[in-house]
């Protein structure tokens, strides 16, 4: 690891539950976001990840487990979205985050800042530790050699040289656990208990669930399609 944290070693071998909502949800509130992460706490996940400076500073005002923080932000001339400039990781570190997580995959950035300066800046200036979410090899790579502390399979499948793939990215996890020594994060697709289980068979260093445990909306779209 380019920045070893405690909050990253204490992360190894569980889960992590992404507790995110649709802007036009009722979910996509603070305190409901704060209280969805307090529910996965109670019931056992070691860390949450969680996305904008608000929910961020709800949900650490009743947990200390580690927050992985993100800002998603849409730039014109870019499709990086997560995190995509020093100013949104500064916003997501002020409001409490301990990992913050940034797009790393080899897509054209937002212009002023390179991937290496983002991450340089992050551990300089504001003293975390960066997971790279990524969605191939040449991006892990490149990732690395910007000195990123952690990779996750996040992008795998949501990006336009993975769109053919669907998620989760085994065949991708089990590579990038057996190339890099930076611990391997498996995000993106994992949809039962089984699914967790063989990623950590794989080789991951922990695993994030979201729409699976929290995506209220999503899940209940899907049950009404089956219906007809």
């Known amino acids: 690891m380019a920045l070893p944290d405690s909050s990253l070693i204490s992360l190894k071998g569980s889960l992590i539950v992404s507790c995110q909502a649709p802007a036009e949800s009722p979910l ?13 706490v109670q019931r056992g996940a070691m860390g949450v990840r ?9 949900v650490r005002s009743r947990l200390t487990v580690p ?4 800002w998603k932000q849409v730039l014109d001339g870019s499709e990086v979205y997560i995190t995509p400039q020093f100013h949104h ?5 002020a409001a409490g985050a301990d990992i913050i997580a940034i797009d790393a995959t080899q897509r054209p950035r937002p ?29 892990a790579q490149a990732a690395v050699e910007a000195g990123v502390d952690c990779l996750g399979t ?6 336009a040289a993975t769109q053919a793939f669907t998620p989760p990215g085994f065949e991708l996890l ?8 930076q611990p391997c994060i498996c995000e993106g ?5 089984e699914a967790t289980r063989k990623a950590l068979d794989l080789g991951a260093y922990a695993v994030v669930v979201g729409t699976a445990i929290t995506g209220i909306d999503k899940l209940v779209e899907n049950y009404c399609a089956a219906l007809g």
């Open 154 to 159: 996040t992008l795998y499948g949501y990006t």
């Open 174 to 181: 089990a590579a990038l656990v057996n190339t890099f020594d």
């Open 89 to 93: 990781a500064q916003a997501v570190a």
């Open 50 to 58: 969680i996305d904008s400076p608000a929910h961020i500073e709800a």
């Open 67 to 70: 927050i992985i923080g993100l």
């Open 28 to 40: 996509h509130n603070p305190m409901v976001i704060a209280a969805m992460a307090e529910a996965a």
């Open 189 to 193: 697709g994992i949809a039962s208990p």
């Open 111 to 139: 212009s002023g800042e390179t991937l290496t300066e983002l991450v340089s800046r992050i551990h300089a200036e504001l003293g975390k530790p960066v997971m790279a979410d990524i969605d191939s090899m040449a991006s």
